[in-house]
Protein backbone atom coordinates (compact mmCIF):
# COMPACT_ATOMS: atom_id res chain seq x y z
CA UNK A 1 0.00 0.00 0.00
CA UNK A 2 2.85 2.55 0.72
CA UNK A 3 4.48 1.72 -2.58
CA UNK A 4 1.34 2.92 -4.33
CA UNK A 5 0.66 5.91 -2.45
CA UNK A 6 4.48 7.01 -2.92
CA UNK A 7 3.62 6.38 -6.91
CA UNK A 8 0.42 8.30 -6.35
CA UNK A 9 2.17 11.22 -5.13
CA UNK A 10 5.08 11.18 -7.44
CA UNK A 11 2.42 11.93 -10.29
CA UNK A 12 0.90 14.63 -8.81
CA UNK A 13 2.62 16.92 -10.13
CA UNK A 14 2.49 15.49 -13.66
CA UNK A 15 -1.34 16.22 -13.24
CA UNK A 16 -1.26 19.72 -13.26
CA UNK A 17 -0.07 19.35 -17.02
CA UNK A 18 -2.85 20.75 -19.10
CA UNK A 19 -4.40 19.51 -22.04
CA UNK A 20 -7.56 20.60 -23.96
CA UNK A 21 -9.53 17.16 -23.11
CA UNK A 22 -12.31 16.55 -20.84
CA UNK A 23 -13.96 13.67 -19.40
CA UNK A 24 -17.73 13.99 -18.05
CA UNK A 25 -17.20 17.77 -18.03
CA UNK A 26 -13.65 17.86 -16.41
CA UNK A 27 -10.47 18.56 -17.60
CA UNK A 28 -8.63 15.28 -18.67
CA UNK A 29 -5.45 15.51 -15.25
CA UNK A 30 -8.04 17.12 -13.14
CA UNK A 31 -10.50 13.83 -13.59
CA UNK A 32 -6.83 12.10 -12.85
CA UNK A 33 -5.88 14.41 -10.22
CA UNK A 34 -9.65 13.20 -8.09
CA UNK A 35 -9.34 9.23 -9.50
CA UNK A 36 -5.65 9.76 -7.30
CA UNK A 37 -7.47 11.26 -4.44
CA UNK A 38 -9.63 8.74 -4.50
CA UNK A 39 -7.46 6.20 -3.81
CA UNK A 40 -5.67 7.79 -1.52
CA UNK A 41 -9.23 8.17 0.32
CA UNK A 42 -9.56 4.35 0.16
CA UNK A 43 -5.91 4.01 1.33
CA UNK A 44 -7.26 5.95 4.02
CA UNK A 45 -10.51 3.68 5.07
CA UNK A 46 -8.22 0.56 4.61
CA UNK A 47 -6.19 1.81 7.41
CA UNK A 48 -9.12 2.07 9.36
CA UNK A 49 -11.18 -0.60 8.89
CA UNK A 50 -7.74 -2.97 9.18
CA UNK A 51 -6.98 -0.69 12.43
CA UNK A 52 -3.97 0.22 11.38
CA UNK A 53 -4.39 3.49 12.85
CA UNK A 54 -7.37 5.73 14.35
CA UNK A 55 -9.33 8.44 12.71
CA UNK A 56 -8.28 10.84 14.95
CA UNK A 57 -4.81 11.02 16.44
CA UNK A 58 -4.57 14.87 16.75
CA UNK A 59 -6.19 18.20 17.65
CA UNK A 60 -6.26 19.05 13.78
CA UNK A 61 -8.06 15.77 12.81
CA UNK A 62 -10.66 16.90 14.90
CA UNK A 63 -10.70 20.57 12.82
CA UNK A 64 -10.37 18.55 9.98
CA UNK A 65 -13.53 16.83 9.89
CA UNK A 66 -15.32 19.43 11.36
CA UNK A 67 -14.38 21.28 8.61
CA UNK A 68 -15.20 18.45 6.49
CA UNK A 69 -18.73 17.87 7.78
CA UNK A 70 -19.87 21.50 7.50
CA UNK A 71 -18.79 21.99 3.90
CA UNK A 72 -20.78 18.58 3.50
CA UNK A 73 -23.82 19.82 5.35
CA UNK A 74 -23.73 23.10 3.10
CA UNK A 75 -23.80 20.58 0.07
CA UNK A 76 -27.74 21.19 1.16
CA UNK A 77 -26.96 24.91 -0.15
CA UNK A 78 -29.14 25.62 -3.24
CA UNK A 79 -25.84 27.16 -4.62
CA UNK A 80 -23.62 24.98 -3.57
CA UNK A 81 -21.38 22.39 -6.59
CA UNK A 82 -20.77 19.07 -5.49
CA UNK A 83 -17.50 19.16 -7.69
CA UNK A 84 -16.09 22.45 -5.94
CA UNK A 85 -16.67 20.89 -2.49
CA UNK A 86 -14.89 17.73 -3.00
CA UNK A 87 -11.94 20.25 -4.85
CA UNK A 88 -11.81 21.52 -1.36
CA UNK A 89 -12.03 18.57 0.64
CA UNK A 90 -9.81 16.00 -1.06
CA UNK A 91 -6.44 17.91 -0.56
CA UNK A 92 -7.38 17.22 3.07
CA UNK A 93 -6.75 13.23 2.81
CA UNK A 94 -3.18 13.97 1.66
CA UNK A 95 -2.61 15.13 5.10
CA UNK A 96 -4.08 11.83 7.04
CA UNK A 97 -2.85 9.69 4.89
CA UNK A 98 0.71 10.95 4.92
CA UNK A 99 1.05 11.23 8.32
CA UNK A 100 -0.37 7.92 9.27
CA UNK A 101 1.63 5.77 6.31
CA UNK A 102 5.42 7.18 6.48
CA UNK A 103 6.51 6.71 9.91
CA UNK A 104 10.16 6.77 9.34
CA UNK A 105 13.35 8.96 8.08
CA UNK A 106 13.69 7.17 5.12
CA UNK A 107 9.77 6.39 3.86
CA UNK A 108 9.82 10.74 3.92
CA UNK A 109 13.02 10.88 2.11
CA UNK A 110 11.77 8.56 -0.45
CA UNK A 111 8.24 10.51 -0.66
CA UNK A 112 9.72 13.84 -1.12
CA UNK A 113 12.78 12.28 -3.92
CA UNK A 114 9.60 10.90 -5.66
CA UNK A 115 7.62 14.14 -5.85
CA UNK A 116 10.42 16.10 -6.70
CA UNK A 117 11.38 13.61 -9.46
CA UNK A 118 7.64 13.89 -10.64
CA UNK A 119 8.08 17.64 -10.37
CA UNK A 120 11.10 17.56 -12.77
CA UNK A 121 8.74 16.70 -15.61
CA UNK A 122 6.50 19.92 -16.18
CA UNK A 123 9.36 22.07 -14.71
CA UNK A 124 11.68 20.62 -18.09
CA UNK A 125 8.71 20.65 -20.47
CA UNK A 126 7.66 24.11 -19.44
CA UNK A 127 11.22 25.46 -19.69
CA UNK A 128 11.72 23.99 -22.94
CA UNK A 129 8.25 25.32 -24.03
CA UNK A 130 8.71 28.85 -22.67
CA UNK A 131 12.12 29.26 -24.08
CA UNK A 132 10.85 28.26 -27.90
CA UNK A 133 8.30 30.93 -27.07
CA UNK A 134 5.49 28.42 -26.37
CA UNK A 135 2.13 28.47 -25.01
CA UNK A 136 2.68 33.00 -24.04
CA UNK A 137 -0.69 33.09 -21.97
CA UNK A 138 -0.62 36.73 -22.13
CA UNK A 139 0.74 40.23 -22.80
CA UNK A 140 0.23 43.13 -20.70
CA UNK A 141 -1.20 45.41 -22.81
CA UNK A 142 0.13 48.93 -21.12
CA UNK A 143 3.63 47.45 -20.57
CA UNK A 144 4.62 44.68 -23.54
CA UNK A 145 5.20 42.54 -20.32
CA UNK A 146 5.17 38.73 -21.68
CA UNK A 147 3.30 36.08 -19.55
CA UNK A 148 4.38 32.33 -20.60
CA UNK A 149 2.19 29.38 -18.54
CA UNK A 150 4.35 26.63 -19.90
CA UNK A 151 2.78 23.58 -19.89
CA UNK A 152 0.17 24.65 -16.86
CA UNK A 153 -3.68 25.71 -17.62
CA UNK A 154 -2.16 29.37 -17.04
CA UNK A 155 0.17 31.20 -15.64
CA UNK A 156 -0.45 30.86 -11.63
CA UNK A 157 -0.40 27.95 -11.81
CA UNK A 158 2.83 27.55 -13.37
CA UNK A 159 4.64 30.61 -10.93
CA UNK A 160 3.19 28.74 -7.79
CA UNK A 161 3.83 25.39 -8.90
CA UNK A 162 7.35 26.52 -9.36
CA UNK A 163 7.45 27.72 -5.47
CA UNK A 164 6.00 24.90 -4.25
CA UNK A 165 8.85 23.19 -5.90
CA UNK A 166 11.17 24.91 -4.31
CA UNK A 167 9.69 24.64 -0.86
CA UNK A 168 9.78 21.16 -1.31
CA UNK A 169 13.01 20.54 -2.29
CA UNK A 170 13.99 23.08 1.14
CA UNK A 171 12.50 20.42 2.80
CA UNK A 172 13.78 17.51 1.69
CA UNK A 173 17.72 18.91 2.05
CA UNK A 174 16.67 20.13 5.25
CA UNK A 175 16.03 16.91 6.40
CA UNK A 176 18.70 15.06 4.86
CA UNK A 177 20.57 17.40 6.95
CA UNK A 178 18.45 17.16 10.25
CA UNK A 179 18.19 13.28 9.83
CA UNK A 180 22.16 12.77 8.34
CA UNK A 181 21.07 10.78 5.36
CA UNK A 182 23.70 11.67 2.55
CA UNK A 183 22.23 13.03 -0.93
CA UNK A 184 23.91 11.40 -4.00
CA UNK A 185 25.98 13.72 -5.98
CA UNK A 186 23.93 12.74 -9.21
CA UNK A 187 20.76 14.20 -7.25
CA UNK A 188 22.29 17.08 -6.26
CA UNK A 189 23.24 18.04 -9.63
CA UNK A 190 20.02 16.87 -11.02
CA UNK A 191 17.96 18.86 -8.54
CA UNK A 192 20.16 22.02 -9.17
CA UNK A 193 19.51 21.63 -12.73
CA UNK A 194 15.28 21.77 -11.87
CA UNK A 195 15.95 24.62 -9.14
CA UNK A 196 17.55 26.98 -11.91
CA UNK A 197 14.77 25.86 -14.66
CA UNK A 198 12.32 25.98 -12.19
CA UNK A 199 13.54 30.22 -11.20
CA UNK A 200 13.34 30.61 -14.84
CA UNK A 201 9.77 29.82 -15.37
CA UNK A 202 8.79 31.69 -12.20
CA UNK A 203 10.31 34.57 -13.51
CA UNK A 204 8.57 33.93 -16.92
CA UNK A 205 5.57 33.28 -15.50
CA UNK A 206 5.63 37.11 -13.66
CA UNK A 207 3.27 35.63 -10.98
CA UNK A 208 3.63 38.50 -8.06
CA UNK A 209 1.90 36.41 -5.23
CA UNK A 210 4.95 33.43 -6.54
CA UNK A 211 7.26 35.99 -5.97
CA UNK A 212 6.09 37.34 -2.71
CA UNK A 213 5.40 33.70 -1.29
CA UNK A 214 9.06 33.03 -1.90
CA UNK A 215 10.54 36.37 -0.54
CA UNK A 216 8.35 35.69 2.68
CA UNK A 217 9.63 32.24 2.92
CA UNK A 218 13.65 32.90 2.63
CA UNK A 219 12.84 35.96 4.48
CA UNK A 220 11.77 34.17 7.38
CA UNK A 221 14.06 31.44 7.14
CA UNK A 222 16.94 33.19 6.92
CA UNK A 223 15.74 35.81 9.84
CA UNK A 224 16.28 32.63 12.03
CA UNK A 225 18.88 30.48 10.19
CA UNK A 226 21.66 33.11 9.20
CA UNK A 227 20.95 37.18 9.38
CA UNK A 228 24.14 37.40 7.66
CA UNK A 229 23.04 36.19 4.42
CA UNK A 230 19.36 37.37 4.94
CA UNK A 231 21.27 41.32 5.07
CA UNK A 232 23.70 40.32 2.05
CA UNK A 233 20.04 38.76 0.18
CA UNK A 234 18.18 41.85 0.45
CA UNK A 235 21.26 44.54 -0.20
CA UNK A 236 21.92 42.14 -3.43
CA UNK A 237 17.71 42.50 -4.11
CA UNK A 238 17.44 46.19 -3.27
CA UNK A 239 20.67 46.58 -5.62
CA UNK A 240 18.96 44.79 -8.65
CA UNK A 241 15.54 46.62 -8.31
CA UNK A 242 17.90 49.84 -8.56
CA UNK A 243 19.72 48.20 -11.86
CA UNK A 244 16.92 47.10 -13.23
CA UNK A 245 14.03 49.20 -12.11
CA UNK A 246 12.09 50.04 -15.01
CA UNK A 247 11.51 46.21 -15.28
CA UNK A 248 10.70 46.07 -12.07
CA UNK A 249 8.41 48.93 -12.95
CA UNK A 250 6.94 47.37 -15.77
CA UNK A 251 6.13 44.60 -13.11
CA UNK A 252 4.43 46.62 -10.35
CA UNK A 253 2.88 48.74 -13.35
CA UNK A 254 -0.45 49.24 -11.93
CA UNK A 255 0.69 49.40 -8.24
CA UNK A 256 2.50 52.65 -9.16
CA UNK A 257 0.10 53.92 -10.87
CA UNK A 258 -2.77 53.06 -8.32
CA UNK A 259 -0.64 54.86 -6.07
CA UNK A 260 0.10 58.37 -8.11
CA UNK A 261 -1.62 61.62 -7.43
CA UNK A 262 -4.11 61.01 -10.05
CA UNK A 263 -4.00 57.10 -9.43
CA UNK A 264 -7.09 55.11 -7.55
CA UNK A 265 -5.72 52.65 -4.98
CA UNK A 266 -8.71 50.52 -5.55
CA UNK A 267 -7.18 49.34 -8.38
CA UNK A 268 -3.69 48.40 -7.30
CA UNK A 269 -2.64 44.91 -7.52
CA UNK A 270 -5.16 43.76 -10.82
CA UNK A 271 -8.28 45.38 -8.95
CA UNK A 272 -7.73 43.56 -5.45
CA UNK A 273 -8.99 46.53 -2.79
CA UNK A 274 -12.09 46.74 -5.23
CA UNK A 275 -12.70 42.90 -5.86
CA UNK A 276 -12.99 42.68 -1.75
CA UNK A 277 -15.20 46.22 -1.97
CA UNK A 278 -17.24 43.89 -4.13
CA UNK A 279 -17.32 40.45 -2.05
CA UNK A 280 -17.86 41.76 1.18
CA UNK A 281 -20.78 43.95 -0.77
CA UNK A 282 -22.40 40.74 -1.27
CA UNK A 283 -22.14 39.12 1.77
CA UNK A 284 -23.46 42.09 3.45
CA UNK A 285 -26.29 41.87 0.94
CA UNK A 286 -27.31 38.66 2.48
CA UNK A 287 -27.16 39.55 6.19
CA UNK A 288 -26.19 37.65 8.42
CA UNK A 289 -26.71 34.27 7.37
CA UNK A 290 -24.54 35.22 4.09
CA UNK A 291 -22.34 35.79 6.77
CA UNK A 292 -22.60 32.50 8.91
CA UNK A 293 -23.03 30.16 5.94
CA UNK A 294 -21.77 31.94 2.80
CA UNK A 295 -23.16 32.15 -0.60
CA UNK A 296 -22.40 28.18 -1.53
CA UNK A 297 -19.56 26.20 -2.36
CA UNK A 298 -18.67 27.20 -6.27
CA UNK A 299 -21.26 29.87 -6.41
CA UNK A 300 -20.12 32.25 -8.19
CA UNK A 301 -21.05 31.32 -11.66
CA UNK A 302 -24.59 30.23 -10.35
CA UNK A 303 -25.79 33.62 -8.83
CA UNK A 304 -25.24 36.57 -11.03
CA UNK A 305 -25.40 39.16 -8.25
CA UNK A 306 -21.83 37.89 -7.67
CA UNK A 307 -20.73 38.70 -10.92
CA UNK A 308 -17.72 41.49 -10.56
CA UNK A 309 -18.66 43.63 -13.92
CA UNK A 310 -20.55 40.54 -15.63
CA UNK A 311 -17.87 37.99 -15.17
CA UNK A 312 -17.52 35.22 -12.19
CA UNK A 313 -14.17 36.02 -10.56
CA UNK A 314 -12.68 34.76 -7.64
CA UNK A 315 -11.94 36.78 -4.38
CA UNK A 316 -7.87 37.28 -4.89
CA UNK A 317 -8.09 35.73 -1.12
CA UNK A 318 -7.58 32.28 -0.09
CA UNK A 319 -9.09 33.21 2.92
CA UNK A 320 -12.20 36.10 2.34
CA UNK A 321 -13.32 33.58 -0.87
CA UNK A 322 -13.54 31.00 1.94
CA UNK A 323 -15.68 32.99 3.74
CA UNK A 324 -17.66 33.88 0.02
CA UNK A 325 -18.17 29.44 -0.37
CA UNK A 326 -18.34 28.21 3.50
CA UNK A 327 -19.30 31.45 5.04
CA UNK A 328 -17.26 32.42 8.48
CA UNK A 329 -17.71 29.44 10.30
CA UNK A 330 -15.83 27.31 7.72
CA UNK A 331 -13.15 30.26 7.44
CA UNK A 332 -12.51 30.58 11.31
CA UNK A 333 -12.26 26.51 11.38
CA UNK A 334 -9.64 26.52 8.31
CA UNK A 335 -7.92 29.39 10.14
CA UNK A 336 -7.62 27.90 13.18
CA UNK A 337 -6.57 24.45 11.06
CA UNK A 338 -3.56 26.76 9.76
CA UNK A 339 -2.85 28.24 13.30
CA UNK A 340 -2.41 24.36 14.75
CA UNK A 341 -0.39 23.64 11.83
CA UNK A 342 1.96 27.06 12.55
CA UNK A 343 2.09 25.83 16.18
CA UNK A 344 3.33 22.54 15.22
CA UNK A 345 6.12 23.89 13.34
CA UNK A 346 7.52 25.85 15.99
CA UNK A 347 8.23 23.02 18.59
CA UNK A 348 9.86 21.20 15.53
CA UNK A 349 13.40 20.86 16.63
CA UNK A 350 15.95 23.85 15.45
CA UNK A 351 17.06 22.54 12.31
CA UNK A 352 14.23 21.82 10.66
CA UNK A 353 11.54 23.97 12.38
CA UNK A 354 12.17 27.33 10.77
CA UNK A 355 11.52 25.85 7.08
CA UNK A 356 8.37 24.48 8.36
CA UNK A 357 7.58 27.68 9.97
CA UNK A 358 8.60 29.71 6.78
CA UNK A 359 6.34 27.56 4.10
CA UNK A 360 3.41 27.96 6.54
CA UNK A 361 4.03 31.53 7.10
CA UNK A 362 4.77 31.77 3.14
CA UNK A 363 1.73 29.97 2.06
CA UNK A 364 -0.54 31.97 4.44
CA UNK A 365 0.84 35.38 2.65
CA UNK A 366 0.05 34.25 -0.81
CA UNK A 367 -3.53 32.95 0.26
CA UNK A 368 -4.17 36.94 1.99
CA UNK A 369 -3.05 38.07 -1.57
CA UNK A 370 -4.50 35.67 -4.41
CA UNK A 371 -6.18 32.66 -4.46
CA UNK A 372 -3.29 30.33 -4.29
CA UNK A 373 -3.00 27.51 -1.98
CA UNK A 374 -6.48 26.68 -1.14
CA UNK A 375 -8.80 27.21 -3.98
CA UNK A 376 -6.06 25.51 -6.37
CA UNK A 377 -6.74 22.04 -6.58
CA UNK A 378 -3.08 20.75 -7.17
CA UNK A 379 -1.14 22.90 -4.62
CA UNK A 380 -3.28 22.80 -2.03
CA UNK A 381 -3.08 18.74 -2.28
CA UNK A 382 0.62 19.41 -1.70
CA UNK A 383 0.35 22.10 0.46
CA UNK A 384 -1.41 19.07 3.19
CA UNK A 385 1.55 16.64 2.04
CA UNK A 386 4.08 18.89 3.22
CA UNK A 387 1.70 20.02 6.74
CA UNK A 388 1.52 15.53 6.62
CA UNK A 389 5.65 15.28 6.47
CA UNK A 390 5.94 17.95 9.45
CA UNK A 391 3.57 15.89 11.79
CA UNK A 392 5.32 13.01 10.73
CA UNK A 393 8.77 14.64 11.62
CA UNK A 394 7.56 15.59 15.19
CA UNK A 395 6.53 12.30 15.74
CA UNK A 396 9.88 10.71 14.37
CA UNK A 397 11.90 12.99 16.09
CA UNK A 398 9.82 12.52 19.28
CA UNK A 399 10.09 9.07 19.73
CA UNK A 400 13.77 9.03 18.76
CA UNK A 401 14.17 11.81 21.88
CA UNK A 402 12.64 9.37 24.17
CA UNK A 403 14.92 5.81 22.83
CA UNK A 404 17.80 8.54 23.51
CA UNK A 405 16.46 9.53 27.10
CA UNK A 406 15.76 5.99 27.97
CA UNK A 407 18.98 4.37 26.38
CA UNK A 408 20.59 7.68 28.89
CA UNK A 409 18.60 6.19 31.62
CA UNK A 410 20.02 2.43 30.64
CA UNK A 411 23.52 3.01 31.27
CA UNK A 412 22.99 5.79 34.13
CA UNK A 413 21.53 2.69 36.05
CA UNK A 414 23.76 -0.03 34.55
CA UNK A 415 26.92 2.64 35.55
CA UNK A 416 25.22 2.91 39.30
CA UNK A 417 25.07 -0.87 39.72
CA UNK A 418 29.02 -1.32 38.37
CA UNK A 419 30.27 1.17 41.10
CA UNK A 420 28.01 -0.30 43.62
CA UNK A 421 29.19 -3.59 43.02
CA UNK A 422 33.00 -2.61 42.71
Given at each position: ?90 PLFNFFVVCRY ?245 KLRRSVRYIFV ?8 ANFVSNSFIAR ?46
Open positions: MKGLIVVLFALKPATFWFVGTTILGVGFFDFVAILMNALLLIAFLVGIMTKRFGIVKNNIDILIIAFSCWCLLLLFHPNSSVKETMQLLLFKNEQDILKLLRAILIGFSVPIIASAIYTFLGLNLDMVIYLTGVERYRGVFANIHNMGLSMVMFIFLLSIYLGLSKHWNSNVTVSMKIFMAICFILAMYCLNKSVVRTAFLSLLVFFIIYYWFYNKKILVIGVFVGLLGIGIFFEKFETIMFDVFEATSEEGNIDQAGSGRISIWKHQFGILNEGGVISWIVGTGVGSRPNISSLLYHGRAIDSHNDYLELVMNTGLVGCLIYLAITLLMLSKALAVVLATIAFGLAQLFMLMMGIMFSVSTIDAQKFLRQKAERERFRTQEGLESSIS
